[in-house]
Every structure is written in structure tokens, then in C-alpha cells.
């Protein structure tokens, strides 16, 4: 009796590849999640894609991109917060650009005297 070989697409086999290559899951499990049999595929499969397995190094670094990737709804939080604080510091530079300016062209236009002057007298 002839068994049946799977044919799985390149998309699939790509998929597959690249979940593994992220690494935080073994093959057995992306046997079980993916649902293919066969104990060397994902090796023939980077092989086919002309793809390797990464280093410890490279691992740490996706693991450290995925971590920043998603963000706690706190770290968000903050991180909207802190985008709205430096959006009114902003203003409020201008602001103050804007009055000091107000406050030169009327010293010179009207000639009065308006800041206070330093050392004032006691």
C-alpha cells in the first residue's frame, strides 16, 4: 500500500521556518501547532530558503526587539503622557518667546520701561 507524502507550499514552509527561527518554540511544538509530521522538514526547509539558524547573540536580540515591541499598557501609558508633556513644554517655549518679544518691541516702541530691572535698590 502507498502512503500518502504531504505537499505543503513554500508559504507554508516558510511560515513554519521562520516561527522556528524566532526562536521560544521547539520543534515538536511547531510540529503540533502546524500540523506536519516528519522530524528533519524544518532543516531541509532553511536549506531550501538558503536560511541558518541564528546565534545565541541573534536570538538575544530579536528576543529583546520582540520585548519592546509589545509594551505593557503601563509603559504605553507613559510613553503618551510623556509624548503630551514635551508637546506643552513646547508651547509654552513659544509662548514665552512670544511675550518676551511683546515685551521688547513695546519697550522700544513705547519707551517704557517694563522688566524689572536686576539689583533693584532696598
Known sequence: MKTEVNK???DFKLMVV???LRG???KEELKRKYNYTGNNNIYRWMRKFGLSNPSEDQKELHRAMAKEKYKSSLEQELELKVKKLEADLKLEQLRTKALSTMIDIAERELKVDIRKKSGAKR
Request: hydrophobic fraction near 20%.
Open 18 to 20: 521562520q516561527d522556528y
Open 24 to 26: 521560544g518554540i521547539s
Open 8 to 10: 505543503f507550499t513554500d
